[in-house]
């Protein structure tokens, strides 16, 4: 969803707003073409709802921030490495009692 939601901004930043929809909900749909599959598999797997909702955060974060850093040129910040490390917290948590 990084690529539907923020994609458009680096690469339709002069297009008319339903170019950058329709670019937005063709992305989505191949990642949820993926991504229900995944999830039921998972369910059937004995996953709570929390660990697959923590695990899909995780999974952002490490989506996400070199994403930020590559094709936006943003800063690394420490701040990101606190968070994933927040999120590691979440996943020893969540997954402990499985």
């Known amino acids: 969803m990084t690529l539907a939601w923020y994609g458009h901004l680096k690469f339709l930043h002069d297009a008319p707003l339903w170019q950058a929809i329709l670019f937005g ?3 989505a749909l191949l990642e949820y073409s993926l991504m229900i599959p995944a999830t039921r598999m998972l369910a059937q797997q004995g996953w709570s709802l929390g660990q697959m909702k923590i695990s899909q955060e995780v999974l952002t974060l490490l989506v996400f921030v070199p994403f930020m850093i590559l094709v936006f040129k943003q800063p690394f910040k420490l701040d990101y490495l606190w968070a994933g ?3 590691m917290g979440c996943v020893y948590f969540v997954f402990r009692s499985a």
């Open 25 to 27: 909900w063709v992305i």
């Open 85 to 87: 490390l927040c999120l």
